[in-house]
């Protein structure tokens, strides 16, 4: 039986177009790998070149996407 949160989060997924063809239990055994989480104004999320093991969905508020460039010369 799913957790609330998966119930939740299957919910928050559901109308997204990259979950469209996914079957409710499909979509609730990936909601079920999920978590809500809050981070603070100006925190560091993620770094660019670190290995990815999750992926982020943003439900409220607003992100920066910054990019690294190489040092020139």
């Not at 109308?15 to 925190?43: K, M």
Request: aromatic share 6%; proline share 10%.
């Amino acid at each position: 039986m799913p957790t609330a949160a998966a119930e939740e989060i299957a919910r928050i997924l559901a109308p997204n177009p990259i979950f469209a063809r996914f079957d409710r239990e499909s979509l609730l055994a990936v909601s079920a790998q999920c978590r809500f989480a809050t981070y603070p104004a100006g925190s560091t999320i993620m770094r660019e070149g670190e290995p990815g093991s999750y992926a982020l969905v943003i439900l409220e508020g607003e992100v920066d996407v910054l990019v690294e460039l190489p040092a020139g010369p």
